[in-house]
């Protein structure tokens, strides 16, 4: 359906265990006027067979495979080039879709002219489709903003909370995303190009946050986040993505919002310590620590008990690069780290 106002875009790469139920996801949706292109990228599973049998029953459906295999940059860029209609969204090929979430995001576009990307919250789910918990987002978004962001509103809360914008919820104004945005910046911000993104995108029109959770998100051990984030002693993605901002912005953010930044510098230090501290490497996690703890850190941590928490673990941790460091230690640090 070439002229759908509503263009979906599934990037995929050996799916077949998920993409089956995010495919029926998206077929169950209450909104009509939208069409779904899979963009596979050589999958060499039984991927394209799956995709294959949504595009024999439904006209909606289309496979698009490219010509050879590439990055996952490469297979994003390539749906922000095939995107079209008046909305466009790359949804992930191992997420569950609820039925009326095109529909709710096209109600948010067509009521205000203004907003140009629409997110919404979601549950999070295992590699069994079990619910595990829902993907945090601020109160102050909805109190407070009502759900619409502007750009400057959009990167303090990024700097006060971390991304909280749900990747595979996002629906765009395909003109924004073809003509703003363009290419999927991955090269430069890896697994945080989806933040760098949305800040781009409301550059030049608002974003809004609906408040529902219209997207069962799935947290799976194969994922190349989780494995990305598992023992990372590098600066963070994410960290290089409010860096740059940041950096351009420095001029109109407020005391608040440097405060911020500096304590995401801080808490992005004690989790590669503590990766450090777990892998054996002592005298990496301590000079680490010792390079960002401050009076000024101390002090400015004090603001909630969220900053807090990260001041204790980098006093714990620093113990830690002292002490023996037995199996218990090493289960503590991990449930630390990882929540596990």
């Known amino acids: 359906m070439p002229n759908s106002k509503v263009c979906i875009c599934v990037p995929t790469y050996n799916t077949e265990k998920t993409l089956a139920r995010t495919l029926d996801s998206l077929a169950r949706q209450t909104y009509a006027d939208f069409e779904v292109l899979i963009v596979d990228n050589c999958s060499t599973d039984n991927t394209r067979d799956v995709a294959q049998q949504f595009v024999d029953r439904d ?46 995001q096209v109600e948010v576009f067509e009521s ?77 911000f890896k697994s945080s190009a989806d933040l760098d993104t949305w800040l781009r995108a409301m550059q030049v029109a608002d974003g809004y946050i609906i408040d529902r959770a219209l997207i069962n998100y799935r947290v799976s051990s194969v994922s190349f986040s989780y494995h990305y984030n598992f023992l990372r002693t590098e600066t963070a993605d994410y960290v290089k993505v409010i860096q740059a901002y940041v950096d351009t912005y420095r001029q109109s953010l407020s005391d608040r919002d440097l405060i911020n930044f500096r304590l995401e510098l801080f808490k992005d230090i004690v989790n590669q310590a503590i990766s450090h501290l777990i892998l054996g490497e002592r005298e990496q996690a301590r000079r680490k620590l010792l390079s960002e703890l401050s009076a000024k850190v101390v002090r400015h941590s004090m603001i909630n008990s969220r900053r807090l928490k990260f001041l204790l673990f980098a006093i714990v941790s620093l113990l830690l690069t002292i002490l023996p460091l037995g199996g218990r230690s090493i289960n503590i640090l991990r449930k630390i780290r990882f929540g596990r």
């Open 59 to 104: 006209t909606r459906f289309a496979l698009v495979i490219a010509d050879e295999h590439g990055s996952a940059e490469d297979n994003f860029n390539r749906c922000i080039q095939l995107a079209r209609g008046k909305y466009s969204a790359i949804f992930h090929s191992d997420d569950i879709y609820h039925p009326e979430m095109i529909a709710a």
């Open 112 to 188: 205000d002219p203004a907003i140009g990307v629409v997110f919404t919250q979601a549950n999070e789910i295992d590699e069994n489709d079990n619910l595990i918990g829902k993907r945090f987002c601020p109160t102050v978004v909805h109190k407070k903003h009502a759900g619409k962001l502007n750009f400057s509103e959009a990167l303090s809360l990024v700097l006060g909370y971390g991304n909280i914008f749900i990747c595979p919820s996002a629906m765009m104004r395909t003109t924004i995303l073809k003509d703003t945005i363009t290419t999927w910046r991955g090269k430069e």
